[in-house]
């Protein structure tokens, strides 16, 4: 389970909060499966504390986001990921989302913080230049754990080797998104091919616009949580919620009068 990557909006949560959220999750979970927070932040102190937090709790595993706004040097990069790597006794997997952060972790640098830092184990990988996630793996290994942030690209990345995925549409339909992975490890190509078309609807709708209101409002239409976002966030726009509600009913998810 992962728990404070971008659907959870940790950017829109003070530290205090954060560990509160890691903390609901892991008591939650209490041990099921294994959980991984995300302990990154734009602010390298800030992540070395919720890193060392959360593995005082017992977490299996940290995500750390590459720092967004600032707009670090490979370098740079390089020294925040090594130094929290460092700070703690846990597996590691790091988080690149280019079109957030505006940077990209180059294959050279994860090369070299993996050579440098046997816990880092993986990354998640949002970039949507599928030819990099191709490299990284051919470069890295398919021992090194290579999930898909991308909905569109959860198969695709399958295919290639990659290790699994982060789904937010696994918060509306777990059991499907749960299934793909497992069609995959079964071998059964065309089942899996089938069912990430029939996925691929839902997963444009739930970025109709930016993450995670779209997702939020349909667990709010589902009546599993409050479709609330943080501002500088904003409720999703009267058209778009037609639009969503619509792929919900196609889906099941919520009856025609909802």
Known sequence: MLENGTTGEPSSLTLDERKAVIRAAHEAVAGRVPFVPGTGSTNHAETLELSRYAQGLGVDAVLL?????????????????????????????????????????????????????????????????????????HRMGRDFLVYSGIELLCFPILAIGGAGYISATGNLLPTQVARLYDLVAAGQWQAAQDLHYHLLPLNDAIFLEINPVPVKTALGLMGKCSSEVRLPLSPLSEANLQRLRQVLIDYGLIATGD
């Open 65 to 137: 986001i590459a720092p967004y706004y600032n707009r670090p040097s490979q370098q740079g990069l390089f020294l925040h990921f090594d130094a929290v790597a460092k700070a703690v006794d846990l597996p590691v997997i790091l988080y690149n989302i280019p079109g957030r952060t505006a940077v990209n972790i180059e294959i050279d640098t994860v090369a070299r913080l993996r050579d440098a830092n046997p816990n880092i184990v993986g990354v998640k990988e949002s970039n949507k230049d599928f030819e990099h996630i191709n490299r990284l793996i």
